[in-house]
């Protein structure tokens, strides 16, 4: 069980106009999340809306509520809060205006910061979906099936479908209340894990024929101009460094895709060999010890060459401190 604090929930009572956002590219927990705390507050009354930096990927679309998702650059000012998800920051969002708003920030990465005036960090929660679950519990409304199914979702996206080291216990058991309430495990794992775009299909054929293999570590990249060749958008790339670390005798895998003119995304995954969060927060991303990611500026080979050099020097650290046996996953 996990205890919200007392002055956010407070906050949600009383505010009756209230802005929900979550980060750039957001991923299943974000989505799920937002779109789970919008119906509870919805049920309460509250006059909500949501609001994204970028178009809702696919396959979200069947998540409650994700039709009424707004996008914008700016954010409207007329609120008088704002609920951030899973953001490090506020610039996490890519949405301008947000500091004019009293703000609540809800965040379960370990390289969470408290930037807002009320703050919940909670490392041990699985997923933001988690929080959100005990926030709506505190709150007076019920949990319904549709809020059932984007909490279930976000649990089932940060964790890998129940596979990554943050699966619990605690984990099986609300993905298992999720699931009396409403949430259909089957439909929603189908729909997220067994529809992908012929086009993501392309960009992982392409970067598997770039993949190198340095036991423990492996990576591979897409180039700007085969993103474009195949008519691929950001999200056709998002998961694809999975590929690379489900090898036998990999620890560490990274992936490289363009992120905007000049700039490169790395995306870092460890079976549990390095702390990625941390080296992704020394080049200004974050995420999780054993997910994360960052943008970069440089082109991609110079941008390679420099984060390979890194994780090599961590790993080589780690076999000189535990022995040789320690690089094996």
């Not at 049920?43 to 707004?70: N, T």
């Not at 209340?177 to 992908?196: K, N, V």
């Not at 620890?251 to 895709?257: G, I, N, Q």
């Amino acid at each position: 069980m996990l205890t919200p604090p007392a002055a956010i929930l407070e906050a949600l009572r009383a505010c009756s106009r209230l802005l929900l956002v979550t980060h750039a590219r957001p991923d299943g927990d974000a989505l799920g999340s937002m779109l789970g705390l919008r119906l509870a507050l919805l049920a309460m009354h509250k006059r909500v809306d949501v609001f994204l930096r970028d178009s809702l990927p696919h396959p979200y679309g069947f998540l409650p509520g994700a039709g009424e998702i707004q996008t914008a650059a700016c954010a409207p000012a007329d609120y008088e809060s704002v609920v951030i998800l899973e953001c490090s920051s506020l610039a996490r969002s890519h949405l301008a205006g947000l500091e004019r708003l009293p703000s609540i920030n809800i965040d379960h990465h370990a390289s969470g910061r408290s930037f807002a005036t009320l703050n919940w960090i909670e490392p041990t929660a699985c997923a933001t979906a988690e929080m959100v679950y005990w926030l709506i519990r505190a709150l007076p409304v019920a949990l319904s099936p549709e809020i059932a199914t984007c909490l279930y979702a976000g649990v089932l996206a940060d964790t890998g479908g129940f596979i990554y080291s943050n699966t619990s216990a605690r984990t099986l058991s609300l993905g298992a209340e999720l699931a009396r309430l409403g949430a259909d495990p089957h439909g929603i794992a189908a729909t997220m894990f067994m529809s992908y775009r012929q086009t993501k299909m392309r960009v992982l054929a392409c970067a598997l024929s770039h993949l190198r293999i340095e036991p423990p570590l492996a990576w591979m990249w897409v180039t700007a101009e085969e993103m474009q060749r195949l008519g691929a958008s950001w999200e056709d790339a998002e998961g694809l460094v999975n590929y690379a670390l489900g090898m036998e005798g990999i620890a560490v895998a990274a992936f490289f895709r363009p992120a905007g003119p000049g700039r490169q995304r790395a995306s870092l995954r460890s079976k549990g060999l390095l702390d990625v969060a941390a080296i992704a927060e020394s080049f200004g991303g974050g995420g999780h010890a054993q997910a994360s990611g960052f943008s970069h500026a440089g082109e991609l080979d110079a941008v390679r060459e420099v984060v390979l050099g890194r994780l090599r020097r961590e790993i080589a650290a780690q076999a000189g401190g535990r022995g040789a046996a320690a690089v094996s996953p």
